[in-house]
């Protein structure tokens, strides 16, 4: 026997009204199903609040122009011309004449930055500071506070070298009616005739100083990379290494001269085989250990690599060792913020020749020195 079996009807509670099932052949599929019988309500139109016309006064008012003379504080047109004497002074045509010579007054001005590295290249002279640091100060004073910034840009040594090389060359073009160009300064280099290792020197040391100045410098690192092309990268020349007899026989000649701030630079040179200009001006505050068998050191910016790394691990030195003890004891008993020597690098160097055991070694000797004894106790 074959069953069959039906749909059993939908339920349908009392009081309400069945709803439709869509099949295949009903009009669900294609109409909307019907609803509930509850009334709807029409849908609400949006009405958008009335847009306040743009009128002139609620406008942004037009750029206003301002030409350089209607400044309201000093825009020097050529370079140091916020620092001249007062017209009328003895020495007010004195210094105008002196920036014509030297061709400093550089008509076409970038920034004020650039205004301010010349100033400095040119040792103008540089007005103190307010005394109260909490007012607030004018825009003339500031440009001045500039210029003690702008000294921070190179190192002493450094900035002492540039300063005499600039004004070799704004002598040279301007006795030659050349203009203020790298390409001048490419001519001016050749004009020196020195070895393709100086060259090379006065090239990259003028191209940072044009850089700095915000003046094209390509023409000079076009030549400074001829120049390395050539082999002028290579020295032909260095110091001479001092030992660590030698080192002690020095040492103990500032002792007797009465050095002694001198002579605890030189163990630190030695020790931690640094350049000498690095070294001479470490203060207390800079050892941030002081043990008779340890001495640490942070660099801080003193470095010429630090500059631009100054939170490197790299930057701290860790003395050990012989010599130990007497630099610990020298350190501790000088300044907080007084370096340990004011000699110079030449003045040093002019030392060493006046020593009998180190007239054959320079400043540069100490970081020569040190390397060769570090690589020959590695080779053991």
Not at 175 to 193: E, K, M, P, Q, Y
Not at 199 to 225: D, H, I, R, V
Not at 348 to 367: D, E, L, N, R, W
Request: hydrophobic share 40%.
């Amino acid at each position: 026997p074959v069953t069959t079996t039906s749909r059993p009807a939908p339920t349908v509670c009392p009081g309400t009204r069945p709803r439709a099932l869509p099949t295949l052949d009903a009009p669900g599929l294609s109409q909307p199903l019907p609803h509930s019988g509850r009334p709807t309500r029409p849908p609400r139109p949006l009405v958008l609040p009335a847009r306040r016309p743009v009128t002139r006064a609620h406008s942004l008012p037009p750029p206003r122009t301002r030409s350089p003379e209607h400044i309201d504080f000093p825009m020097p047109a050529k370079i140091g011309a916020d620092v001249l004497p007062e017209p009328g002074a003895p020495e007010y045509e004195h210094h105008i004449e002196l920036l014509r010579q030297r061709a400093l007054a550089i008509e076409h001005q970038h920034s004020l930055m650039s205004s301010s590295v010349a100033r400095v290249l040119v040792e103008a002279p540089i007005k103190t500071r307010p005394t109260n640091q909490e007012r607030l100060i004018g825009p003339a004073q500031a440009l001045m506070k500039l210029d003690e910034f702008t000294h921070e840009l190179w190192a002493v040594e450094t900035l002492n070298q540039r300063r005499r090389l600039w004004a070799r060359y704004t002598t040279w073009f301007a006795t030659h009616r050349l203009g203020l160009s790298a390409d001048s300064a490419v001519l001016f280099i050749l004009a020196t005739n020195v070895t393709p290792q100086g060259m090379l020197s006065y090239a990259k040391a003028l191209s940072g100083t044009f850089k700095a100045l915000q003046l094209e410098n390509g023409p000079l690192k076009t030549f400074a990379g001829t120049l390395r092309g050539m082999g002028a990268a290579i020295p032909i020349r260095q110091a001479t290494a001092l030992v660590k007899p030698e080192v002690w026989a020095f040492y103990s000649h500032l002792l007797r001269l009465g050095e002694r701030g001198t002579a605890t630079a030189v163990l630190v040179a030695w020790k931690t085989g640094s350049r000498w200009g690095e070294a001479a001006r470490l203060a207390r505050v800079n050892f941030i250990e002081l043990l008779p068998h340890r001495v640490t050191i942070n660099w801080d910016t003193l470095p010429k690599g630090r500059r631009a790394e100054p939170w490197s691990p790299s930057q701290f030195a860790v003395i050990v060792g012989d010599w130990t003890d007497l630099i610990c004891a020298h350190v501790t008993a000088r300044g907080m913020f007084t370096q340990l020597t004011e000699v110079s690098t030449k003045a040093v160097s002019t030392m060493m020749i006046a020593c009998p055991f180190t007239q054959h070694a320079s400043a540069h000797s100490f970081k020569r020195g040190a390397t060769d004894a570090l690589l020959q106790y590695a080779a053991l």
